[in-house]
Protein backbone atom coordinates (compact mmCIF):
# COMPACT_ATOMS: atom_id res chain seq x y z
CA UNK A 1 0.00 0.00 0.00
CA UNK A 2 1.36 3.26 -1.62
CA UNK A 3 1.68 5.78 1.26
CA UNK A 4 2.28 9.36 1.58
CA UNK A 5 3.57 11.69 4.65
CA UNK A 6 4.09 14.99 4.42
CA UNK A 7 5.24 17.48 7.48
CA UNK A 8 6.92 21.12 7.66
CA UNK A 9 4.23 23.49 7.57
CA UNK A 10 3.42 26.05 10.09
CA UNK A 11 2.96 29.58 11.07
CA UNK A 12 5.40 32.06 9.32
CA UNK A 13 5.65 36.13 8.70
CA UNK A 14 5.73 37.65 5.57
CA UNK A 15 8.97 37.41 3.71
CA UNK A 16 10.03 33.99 5.81
CA UNK A 17 10.74 30.53 5.18
CA UNK A 18 9.61 27.28 5.41
CA UNK A 19 10.84 23.42 4.13
CA UNK A 20 7.92 21.06 3.72
CA UNK A 21 8.75 17.58 3.24
CA UNK A 22 6.75 14.19 1.49
CA UNK A 23 8.10 10.52 2.11
CA UNK A 24 6.63 8.35 -0.01
CA UNK A 25 5.99 4.47 1.19
CA UNK A 26 4.88 1.10 -0.79
CA UNK A 27 6.04 2.18 -4.63
CA UNK A 28 7.76 -0.94 -5.91
CA UNK A 29 9.27 1.57 -8.43
CA UNK A 30 12.30 2.73 -8.65
CA UNK A 31 10.62 6.44 -10.18
CA UNK A 32 7.78 8.19 -9.69
CA UNK A 33 6.56 11.36 -10.24
CA UNK A 34 5.53 13.83 -7.32
CA UNK A 35 4.06 16.74 -6.87
CA UNK A 36 2.87 19.40 -3.93
CA UNK A 37 -0.50 21.04 -4.75
CA UNK A 38 -2.40 23.90 -2.62
CA UNK A 39 -5.73 25.03 -1.41
CA UNK A 40 -6.33 28.03 -0.20
CA UNK A 41 -9.80 28.99 1.40
CA UNK A 42 -13.06 29.46 -0.69
CA UNK A 43 -10.29 28.66 -3.81
CA UNK A 44 -9.63 25.81 -5.74
CA UNK A 45 -6.99 23.16 -5.76
CA UNK A 46 -3.93 24.21 -7.26
CA UNK A 47 -0.57 22.79 -8.79
CA UNK A 48 2.46 24.26 -6.83
CA UNK A 49 5.49 22.03 -8.30
CA UNK A 50 6.36 18.57 -10.07
CA UNK A 51 9.23 16.60 -10.44
CA UNK A 52 10.27 12.85 -10.75
CA UNK A 53 11.68 10.97 -7.35
CA UNK A 54 14.58 10.09 -9.63
CA UNK A 55 15.71 13.87 -10.28
CA UNK A 56 15.52 15.82 -13.59
CA UNK A 57 13.42 18.35 -14.58
CA UNK A 58 11.68 20.12 -11.73
CA UNK A 59 7.95 21.88 -12.97
CA UNK A 60 6.57 25.16 -10.80
CA UNK A 61 3.17 26.98 -11.11
CA UNK A 62 3.94 30.90 -11.45
CA UNK A 63 2.84 32.00 -8.30
CA UNK A 64 5.66 30.41 -7.10
CA UNK A 65 8.13 30.72 -9.80
CA UNK A 66 11.66 31.74 -8.24
CA UNK A 67 10.40 31.38 -4.46
CA UNK A 68 9.63 27.77 -4.27
CA UNK A 69 12.45 25.34 -5.24
CA UNK A 70 11.28 21.39 -5.24
CA UNK A 71 13.92 18.47 -5.12
CA UNK A 72 14.58 15.08 -3.73
CA UNK A 73 16.45 12.56 -2.02
CA UNK A 74 16.36 10.09 -5.03
CA UNK A 75 14.73 8.03 -3.30
CA UNK A 76 11.89 8.34 -1.52
CA UNK A 77 10.81 12.13 -0.56
CA UNK A 78 11.18 15.53 -1.87
CA UNK A 79 11.24 18.35 -0.56
CA UNK A 80 9.65 22.21 -1.17
CA UNK A 81 11.94 25.10 -0.15
CA UNK A 82 9.76 27.74 0.37
CA UNK A 83 11.07 31.25 0.71
CA UNK A 84 10.11 34.87 0.46
CA UNK A 85 6.47 33.40 1.70
CA UNK A 86 3.31 35.90 0.96
CA UNK A 87 0.12 36.27 2.65
CA UNK A 88 -1.81 34.71 -0.53
CA UNK A 89 0.53 31.39 0.08
CA UNK A 90 -1.51 30.59 2.83
CA UNK A 91 -2.88 27.36 2.47
CA UNK A 92 -3.27 23.43 3.09
CA UNK A 93 -0.25 22.00 1.10
CA UNK A 94 -0.54 18.31 -0.17
CA UNK A 95 1.87 16.00 -1.52
CA UNK A 96 0.94 13.71 -4.35
CA UNK A 97 2.44 11.18 -6.43
CA UNK A 98 1.74 8.88 -8.93
CA UNK A 99 4.17 5.67 -10.90
CA UNK A 100 1.67 5.34 -14.00
CA UNK A 101 2.20 9.20 -14.60
CA UNK A 102 5.66 7.94 -15.71
CA UNK A 103 4.60 4.83 -18.12
CA UNK A 104 3.76 7.68 -20.99
CA UNK A 105 5.32 10.37 -22.59
CA UNK A 106 3.09 13.21 -21.55
CA UNK A 107 2.78 13.90 -18.27
CA UNK A 108 5.54 16.63 -18.08
CA UNK A 109 3.41 18.51 -20.23
CA UNK A 110 0.73 19.42 -17.96
CA UNK A 111 1.37 17.59 -14.81
CA UNK A 112 -1.35 19.54 -12.36
CA UNK A 113 -3.66 18.73 -14.13
CA UNK A 114 -2.97 14.75 -14.17
CA UNK A 115 -4.47 12.68 -11.79
CA UNK A 116 -2.92 11.31 -8.91
CA UNK A 117 -3.91 7.58 -7.44
CA UNK A 118 -1.91 8.77 -4.11
CA UNK A 119 -2.13 11.83 -1.82
CA UNK A 120 -1.00 12.49 1.46
CA UNK A 121 -2.80 14.13 4.26
CA UNK A 122 -2.56 18.07 4.14
CA UNK A 123 -0.04 20.19 5.95
CA UNK A 124 -1.34 23.87 7.10
CA UNK A 125 1.09 26.76 5.79
CA UNK A 126 -0.08 30.03 7.42
CA UNK A 127 2.03 33.60 6.14
CA UNK A 128 0.86 36.57 8.32
CA UNK A 129 1.05 39.98 7.13
Known sequence: EVQLQASGGGVVQNGGSLRLSCTA?????DDFAMCWFRR??????????????S?????????VRGRFTISSNIEDT????????????TAVYYCAASNSALYGNNWYQNPFRYVYEYWGRGTQ???SS
Not at 25 to 29: A, N, P, R, Y
Not at 40 to 53: D, L, N, W
Not at 55 to 63: E, F, K, T, V
Not at 79 to 87: E, I, R
Open 125 to 127: VTV
Open 78 to 89: VYLQMNNLKPED
Open 40 to 53: APGKEREGVSCMRI
Open 25 to 29: SGFTD
Open 55 to 63: GGRRLYADS
